[in-house]
């Protein structure tokens, strides 16, 4: 039972558009609406259906129904013809419902119920013919003979013959099953050589009076001309015949109003008193009649939208199907059904409700359900993928606790192929009569065919150790991929936890891979690649060793250690070092593999503290790649000519800058900017190889100096761009800290733009303590806060965090690639933002280039984003970034706000 103040029904029914139940929705929305009551109508797409596991799959959405979340539970039984369910429905109603039941023209052995008017209508048709046509030979067919429908009509029927004075012939009383079938074996039965037509037939229902009719034109009969015919339905087929067909409309509309009625009595306890209306005609020509009813009218549209200029589930242009069927994974499936919503648009609410496992639990629905998809009405700015949110079971939708200022219907159909169930849509229309649409039964059914091949492709993956393979095996080198390496980190724990506790990890990629590419080719550059992997795979060849490919020419190999520093582990990479040497002298190659390697040793307890060992290792790696002495490198004459080139950028001051925006994670608003260091030289020269170079050259102070002294230049240039407070983000060059007259310089710059500038500093900078002292002391004193750049592939640890202890925290692109299908990289992040936060930092998340990974650094407590799909380096500082993105900021805030 429920604690609101509007009252809640819940109708179950087979069918919602067969045109009987329609009418009765009709009749009976329409009185609870004016009741004030919330309806929820739970229903199959057919009737029955035409395989047990159909059975199942349609049949499930009434196990979803929560019966205490009602004040009153209405059962179309007759419309659920699927075997044992009705009855299953009855016997937990009486088990575990305290509520009120009402059943709908059928008796129940428990519950009250309410029939519809088969008596007067049916009376009213054979009236016709006796009255105004005036036929008294007049036979009749009627359902199966045990049929509650059967009986009354048969009885309407008995009763219009004798009080008209006309005796009943029961020779004249045949039985049917209210299918077209029954008409035509009727006609077959009286056109027999011994039989004589009767001057006019009654039926039943349209359905056996069309069949009837068929069956005479093809013998060469026709009505009315040979017999006058009647039916009892009126639906559209009888309407549109080639004569139309006389019928009495079912009376489902007043059998609706009145089950409003009645439940509205059974919920506040007061009498019900029943509303009643004349049977209404329609008066075709098969008894005679001139076709009075049948009047041609001019259908006019009621807007000048078309169904070509709107879009439609059945338009030649809708490539629904296709674009789920493309899928191959479950964001890419949620949004491809995200992108099709504007097919069934004309709702105030649509609701995508999924089973996490998709079919694959033991339930038909899980004890929590993924809310995957919310929408609003019009307005699609409401319009939202939550594919981390859900709710109980027993809530069926989180809306409908909602306060709303009007009474809605929500109409849930399950969606499953066969017995596989997957979830259900939930479709809200606010006061106002509406029925399920055809385009809204097609969209669910594509729907829940797109999930089902996307199911099969997963199981299909998930089931082919060949295919498992290809997913988590470098194709190229044969070693484990990342994916693999995660896959594998929990049983390599167990060996590491069994095998000393310790573990070493090194490490490696090839110098110089793009110019062996460029200047040898792509299989030699493979070669390499390859040539480099088997070197290592032979050395670290154990059960105590992994290896894997982390990225184009990135190695890694982990060894498990009893010793506690990388003594075992250096041992190991100089072994790699002269095996690489040996496969060398003897082949014939054109080119030398030298390696850049780092290492990292730990003890992990987790795979995730495991992955970030990883990371420091690459992290290692890329610092020792980055800057490689100059005393130890010999230049190739490419490289000197790359040399001089820098050379002449330094002496030319041929450095400008181009202007990343960063934008505040709740408004989307641009709040600073960082410089990126872009050389004015053809061919292009990026920033990497000119402070290679310039390391050469022993000349990272003249970078240092020239990108504080242009930064201060272009933020002059562009003063009213950075009103209101932005800021500017620089790259140091750890160690080179600006001294006398360019101290000076810039500090004077500081004192009438306090807080403008904020430097970033690579967290895995090998800076003495006393260095580190100085320099933060010295920026505090000008006014310039810090931020630690690239978290995540360094030492990421608290404690290097606590010794810089930054304004900012800059979490590096390596954690939010794929962020969102990764738990491991959500839990780090969370991790580094709330210990940011309790610390007083802010935390920045660098390198967003998806939606998605935009929707969960927000949602994970972000503060700031940056990235190429917020806004792309140019050589302007924009003002504001693209529209549609802040609209997606905006909207995944408000989720975070939501989650509190």
């Known amino acids: 039972m429920t604690d609101q103040t509007r009252k809640r029904v819940a109708v179950l029914l087979g069918q919602p558009e067969e045109y009987a139940y329609e009418l009765f929705l009709k009749g009976f929305l329409k009185e609870a609406f004016g009741l004030d009551m919330d309806v929820c109508v739970f229903c199959m797409y057919i009737k029955y259906q035409n395989s047990p596991a159909r059975s199942v799959g349609d049949s499930s959405i009434f196990k979803l129904v929560n019966f205490n979340a009602f004040d009153c539970i209405i059962v179309l039984a007759d419309s659920i013809q699927t075997k044992g369910v009705a009855p299953e429905i009855e016997e937990d109603l009486k088990k575990k419902y305290k509520g009120k039941v009402l059943f709908v023209d059928q008796e129940s052995k428990y519950f009250p119920s309410i029939h519809i008017d088969n008596y007067n209508p049916e009376k009213r048709i054979v009236d016709h013919l006796i009255e105004v046509h005036g036929k008294r030979d007049i036979a009749f067919l009627t359902g199966k003979a045990w049929h509650p429908h059967s009986k009354i009509r048969l009885q309407a029927y008995r009763d219009s013959l004798t009080e008209h004075g006309i005796p009943v012939n029961e020779n004249r009383i045949f039985y049917g099953d209210f299918w077209y079938t029954s008409g035509e074996s009727l006609a077959d039965s009286l056109t027999a050589d011994d039989n004589t037509l009767p001057e006019a037939v009654a039926f039943a229902n349209d ?123 479950y964001t890419g499936l949620i949004a491809a059904i995200f992108g099709s919503l504007h097919l069934i648009r004309g709702f105030d609410s649509f609701s995508l409700c999924l089973n996490p496992k998709l079919g694959g639990a033991k339930e038909l629905y899980e004890p929590r359900i993924n809310h995957v998809i919310r929408c609003g009405g019009a307005d699609e700015k409401n319009d939202r993928i939550q594919t981390d949110v859900s709710f109980p079971r027993e809530k069926m939708l989180p809306e409908l606790y909602e306060e709303r200022e009007k009474p809605s219907v929500y109409y849930f159909l399950p969606l499953y ?64 991929n990342y994916k693999g390496f995660l896959e594998s980190a929990e049983t390599f724990l167990h060996l590491i936890h069994n095998n000393g506790g310790s573990v070493g990890v090194l490490a490696v990629d090839i110098k110089d891979l793009s110019e062996i590419n460029d200047n040898y080719g792509r299989t030699e550059g493979d070669n390499a690649i390859t040539t480099a992997a088997s070197a290592m795979e032979s050395v670290f060849h154990s059960r105590n060793c992994m290896c894997f490919r982390a990225g184009n020419d990135e190695l890694v190999a982990l060894r498990i250690t009893s010793a506690t520093d990388d003594s075992e582990l250096m041992a190991k990479k100089d072994l790699l070092f002269e095996r690489i040497k040996e496969v060398q002298s003897k082949s014939d190659l054109p080119y030398s593999i030298v390696l850049y390697y780092g290492t990292e040793c730990g003890s992990p307890k987790t795979s995730e503290e495991l992955e970030r060992l990883v990371n420091v290792a690459i992290g290692h790696k ?279």
């Open 207 to 329: 359905h056996m009076a069309l069949g009837f009719a068929k069956r005479l034109d093809e013998k060469g009969l026709h009505v009315p001309d040979d017999i006058a015919i009647v039916g009892f339905d009126s639906n559209t087929d009888g309407k549109h015949s080639p004569v139309p067909l006389t019928s009495v409309a079912i009376p489902s509309v007043l059998l609706g109003r009145n089950t409003a009625h009645y439940a509205a009595a059974l919920i506040n306890g007061t009498e019900y008193v029943p509303l009643t209306e004349e049977p209404e005609m329609f008066i075709g020509g098969t008894c005679g009649c001139g076709c009075d009813s049948a009047k041609a009218e001019f259908y006019r549209r009621e807007k000048w939208d078309t169904e070509l200029s709107l879009g439609s589930i059945f338009s030649p242009f809708n490539y629904m199907d296709d674009d789920l069927l493309a899928q191959n994974t």
């Open 417 to 480: 192929f066969e017995d596989s169930v997957f979830g259900y849509g939930a479709v809200r229309y606010d006061d106002r009569v509406e029925m399920i649409q055809p385009e809204y039964r097609a969209w669910l059914r594509s729907v829940a065919r797109g999930i089902e091949c996307y199911r099969r492709s997963d199981e299909l993956i998930g089931s082919s150790k060949l295919a498992r393979k290809a997913i988590t095996t470098d194709s190229l080198t044969g070693l484990l």
């Open 622 to 900: 890329n610092m020792n790649k980055s800057y490689v002495r100059s005393a130890n490198v010999q230049l190739s004459d490419e490289d000197m000519q790359k040399a001089k080139i820098v050379k002449e950028i330094l002496d030319m001051n041929m450095i400008r800058y181009h202007f990343q925006p960063i934008v505040d994670a709740k408004t989307g608003e641009v709040v600073a900017y960082e410089a990126l260091m872009r050389a004015t030289v053809t061919p292009y020269l990026d920033p990497p190889t000119v402070l290679r170079f310039a390391e050469f050259y022993g000349r990272l102070y003249d970078v240092e100096k020239a990108t504080f002294a242009g930064v201060i230049k272009e933020m002059g240039s562009n003063s009213g761009t950075l009103s209101g407070g932005k800021k500017i983000f620089i790259n140091s060059i750890p160690g080179y800290l600006l001294k006398g007259e360019d101290l000076e310089a810039l500090s004077a710059h500081m004192k009438s733009h306090p807080n403008s500038i904020v430097v970033e500093l690579t967290e895995h900078a090998e800076l003495e303590e006393d260095d580190l002292k100085a320099m933060k002391h010295t920026y505090e004193q000008i006014g310039i806060e810090t931020a630690v750049d690239d978290y995540g592939t360094g030492y990421s640890n608290v404690s290097n965090l606590l010794r810089y202890l930054p304004n900012y925290v800059k979490i590096d692109r390596a954690l939010l690639s794929g962020i969102e299908d990764s738990p491991q990289k959500r839990h780090f992040v969370k991790e580094i933002i709330e210990f940011s936060h309790d610390n007083g930092i802010k935390a920045l998340a660098e390198g967003v280039e998806t939606s998605a990974e935009l929707k969960t650094v927000i949602t994970l407590g972000a503060d700031l984003i940056q990235g190429y799909y917020i806004g792309m380096p140019a050589p302007e500082m924009v003002q504001s970034i693209n529209s549609q993105v802040v609209d997606e900021i905006h909207r995944f805030d408000a989720l975070r706000n939501s989650k509190g």
